[in-house]
């Protein structure tokens, strides 16, 4: 694993553990404009360490290998969003 990774979680698994579920946190994080239409982060919260990005590959059956990326919150983001859940919604 990649040392600058170490302490990041997924957005997924964050959902999971306050218990609302992946896709309406991730509906929650686009509504108040933290994460792009395609679930990534605005710049702004990448260089404020909120979030990291990872690539992510993955291949047809003829062999073309694509690439994406996958956010991951790092713990600062992870408490940022935490504290906005807890705020708005009264989940955490």
Sequence with gaps: ?????????????LAKAAGIGQNRLFKFLREKKILMHNNLPY????????????????????????????????????????RLVDKELGLF
């Design 1 to 13: 694993m990649d040392p600058k990774l170490y302490g990041t979680v997924s957005i997924g698994y």
């Design 43 to 82: 710049q702004r919260f990448l260089e404020e360490d909120y979030f990291k990005l990872i690539p992510q590959h993955w291949s047809t059956p003829d062999g073309i290998i694509h690439t994406y990326f996958k956010s991951v919150c790092t713990q600062k983001g992870a408490d940022y969003v935490n």
